[in-house]
C-alpha cells in the first residue's frame, strides 16, 4: 500500500483495505481478517500515526436521509382518497439534495377519524409530519399531533395562499372555502 493510499480523512467505504496489523491496532469501525484492518462501515478514515491505530468513523451527519421519528417538511405530490404522496423537501432543519419521497395515510393525519385526504390536504401544499414507519423503503408519515400538518396551502382555484379561519380555509382573492388539517403555527413558518 502507498503511502498516498491511505491519508487520512479520505473517504472509505466498508471493505476498504486500512491496512496491517503490524502497522495499526483496529480501532473503532475496522475489523481484521488475515492480518489485515479493513473498513466496517461507510465513513472518512483516520489514520493515528502517532498511536499506530486505524479507526473509520462513519458520516451519519452527511447523509441526510428520513429516518423513524424525523421530521419532514415536503410538498404534496398528489392526493387520493386514502392517502397522499409528499416529496420530502427538508428534514430537520436541513434541506435535501436527494430526493425523497413519502405517503401519508388517512388513518395516520389525526387522533380523530378523518374520512377523506381531501379534507387533508392539496397538491402543491407544504406539509410538515413525522416519519412513523420506514418499511419497504417507503416513508410513511404522520400528522398526528398539533404541531404537525399543513403550514402553507394554497387555493385550488386560483392559486392564492388561503387563510386559517376557526373551522375551515378561505382564500381572499376569490373567496373560495376549503379544507385543510393545519399544523398550529398555519401560515407563519419560515422555511
Ligand atoms: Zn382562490
Redesign the pocket.
Known amino acids: 500500500m502507498s503511502s498516498s493510499d491511505r491519508k487520512s480523512g479520505q473517504f472509505v467505504v466498508p471493505g476498504k483495505r486500512l491496512g496491517v496489523i503490524e502497522e495499526f491496532m483496529a480501532g473503532p469501525g475496522t475489523f481484521v481478517e488475515h492480518g489485515t484492518i479493513y473498513s466496517k462501515t461507510t465513513g472518512r478514515a483516520l489514520l493515528d500515526m502517532l498511536n499506530k491505530k486505524a479507526s473509520v468513523y462513519p458520516l451519519v451527519h452527511a447523509v441526510n436521509t428520513p429516518r423513524i421519528g424525523s421530521t419532514v417538511i415536503g410538498e404534496v405530490s398528489d392526493v387520493r382518497n386514502k392517502n397522499a404522496g409528499l416529496r420530502i423537501l427538508i428534514i430537520g432543519k436541513r434541506q435535501l439534495s436527494g430526493f425523497f419521497t413519502g405517503i401519508l395515510h388517512v388513518s395516520d393525519v389525526s387522533s380523530t377519524y378523518i374520512e377523506t385526504m381531501y379534507s387533508v390536504c392539496k397538491s402543491g401544499d407544504l406539509m410538515r409530519a413525522k416519519v412513523v414507519s420506514c418499511l419497504n423503503r417507503t416513508n410513511h408519515l404522520s400528522t398526528e399531533d398539533k404541531s404537525l400538518g399543513v403550514i402553507y396551502a394554497f ?6 395562499l ?1 387563510q386559517l379561519r376557526r373551522e375551515d380555509m378561505w ?6 372555502v376549503e379544507m385543510r388539517k393545519v399544523a398550529q403555527d398555519y401560515g407563519s413558518v419560515i422555511i
Open positions: 387555493c385550488s382555484r386560483c392559486g392564492h388561503l382564500c381572499p382573492k376569490c373567496a373560495n
